[in-house]
């Protein structure tokens, strides 16, 4: 088995217990009253709002199942994932990530610092996707991300394509939710999405002998705005309960989706909703895969508490931020140790 890479190991206050307790009370929201089209029911619209709500306050995560994807493309998607991972390493650095464009393959991705015991493929929804050259305020300039076609399995670019398209439409569906159960118009944050920077990603958690020592994905919270993931059987995600700060795992439910609150969330609700710590942890036998899409606005959005819900009694608690600077400094410091912590929210704050 030989010894493990110290990049991988986590410290001793991070690394996972291993006897895992299962969530209980992650809330599992039935979507099906918004596919209703001839008979609206606004009561059970009126209920899947208060619930969104509630799982967005007390737990910022949450199941959902009844969403609208099509479960066959999901199948045709996760099947494509296991085979383009399969391939040599040598073949699929034929599209790995490079200076020029984050999107494409890679395994060297570090969280807090620690590597991540995975591999990686990047697909933005936009092709190109325009992007700040670099993260400092005064630099104007802004470029393209494009994404690879990898050459095998045959389909696959097409099959991503189709995938985004219905993913895309589960996205803006919970975002109109979460804007009605927070007293704003249900469009409210359409506008923020016209050249959005969202992203599907492709996880595989390779088995690995030291799951006492490694993380699969380090503690973290998403800095955009919502996660829609798609995980298979094996489970391994875990979520920090708001309420005792416990890690607990979250079960996978076949045809499910798992959803969590990001930063942007955070910040426009003004902390009524907060984006939840998360991690993965791996597993000596199995391998994991995940397909995580990443709901993100437009590079030039500015990030701040909504107007409509700051007054006297409840200032502003955030200054304005353009969420291209964040997410590029985010993504050029995702893939080398650092010297110091990336780039968090609350520097942000107004204390
Ligand atoms: O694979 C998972 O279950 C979650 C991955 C994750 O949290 C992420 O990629 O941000
Ligand atoms: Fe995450």
Not at 31 to 43: D, Q
Not at 152 to 167: D, H, S, T
Not at 319 to 338: D, E, I, P
């Amino acid at each position: 088995m030989g010894e493990i890479d110290p990049a991988f190991v986590q410290e001793q206050e991070h690394r996972p217990k291993l006897s895992i307790i299962e969530a209980q009370g992650i809330p599992e929201i039935d979507l099906s009253p918004l596919f209703h089209h001839e008979a609206p029911n606004p009561s059970a619209i009126e209920g899947l709002v208060k619930e969104i709500g509630s799982a967005c306050k007390e737990w910022g995560f949450f199941q959902v199942t009844n969403h609208g994807v099509p479960l066959s493309l999901r199948q045709k998607l996760e099947e494509a994932s296991r085979l383009f991972f399969a391939q040599s390493l040598e073949e699929k650095k034929k599209v790995a990530r490079d200076a020029i464009s984050p999107n494409g393959y890679y395994d060297t991705e570090h969280t807090k610092n620690v590597r991540d015991w995975k591999e990686v493929f990047d697909f933005t929804c936009h092709d190109p996707t325009l992007v700040p050259v670099t993260s400092d305020e005064h630099d104007d300039r802004v470029t393209q991300w494009t994404n690879p076609t990898p050459q095998y399995p045959p389909q696959f670019r097409a099959i991503i394509e189709e995938y985004l398209q219905e993913i895309q439409k589960l996205a803006f569906k919970l975002l109109e939710l979460i804007a009605l159960s927070l007293g704003v118009e249900a469009k409210r944050f359409e506008e923020f999405f016209k050249d959005q920077t969202s992203l599907l990603r492709f996880n595989h958690y390779p088995p690995c002998p030291y799951p006492h020592l490694a993380l699969g994905v380090g503690r973290h919270k998403d800095p955009g705005a919502l996660t829609i993931l798609a995980q298979d059987e094996v489970g391994g995600l875990e979520v920090r309960r708001k309420s005792d700060q416990e890690w607990v795992s979250v079960k996978p439910i076949p045809d499910a989706y798992s959803i969590n609150v990001g930063d942007i969330i955070q910040v426009w609700s003004n902390d009524e909703y907060e984006s939840v710590d998360h991690r993965v942890i791996v597993k000596e036998e199995k391998a994991r895969f995940s397909i995580p899409f990443f709901f993100n606005p437009g590079h030039d959005a500015e990030i701040k508490p909504l107007k409509e819900l700051i007054n006297d009694q409840n200032p502003s608690k955030y200054k304005a931020y353009k969420w291209g600077k964040f997410l590029v400094s985010r993504t050029s410091s995702n893939f080398k140790k650092q010297d110091g912590e990336n780039l968090q929210i609350y520097r942000y704050k107004i204390s």
